[in-house]
Nanobody
Framework: VQLVESGGGLVQAGGSLSLSCSASGSGFTISNMAWYRQLPGKQRELASLITKEGLPMVPNSVKGRFTISRDNDKNTVYLQMNSLKPEDTGVYYC?????????WGPGTQVTVSS
């Protein structure tokens, strides 16, 4: 299974970006899907997670600004990021639990200018 991310880029503070991640291949089962991020000089952290049933889990740091969703038919997870701040700058990674094991995308850069 390959996870392919898209949608990163450069945006001004207060702006919005949408990320998407699709799992390619067939014959697998995906449970939780998530977005993690690695901010400069920090460890990778959870940005948002969504269960197979569609229950979102959003850290306080992005609550009210980030919205995660998924399309199970397309094996795709989305992250809508609004009111972006310079401190949201980093590499965003897609994660999916595929047949019980974690799988990662290569990451996409998000840069928020002040």
């Amino acid at each position: 299974v390959q996870l392919v991310e898209s949608g990163g880029g450069l945006v001004q503070a207060g702006g919005s970006l949408s990320l998407s991640c699709s799992a390619s291949g067939s014959g697998f089962t995906i449970s939780n899907m998530a977005w993690y991020r690695q901010l400069p000089g920090k460890q990778r952290e959870l940005a948002s997670l969504i269960t197979k049933e569609g229950l979102p889990m959003v850290p306080n740091s992005v609550k009210g600004r980030f919205t995660i969703s998924r399309d199970n038919d397309k094996n795709t997870v989305y992250l809508q990021m609004n009111s972006l701040k310079p401190e949201d700058t980093g590499v965003y990674y897609c994660n999916a639990i595929v047949d019980g094991s974690p799988s990662w995308g290569p990451g996409t850069q998000v840069t928020v200018s002040s």
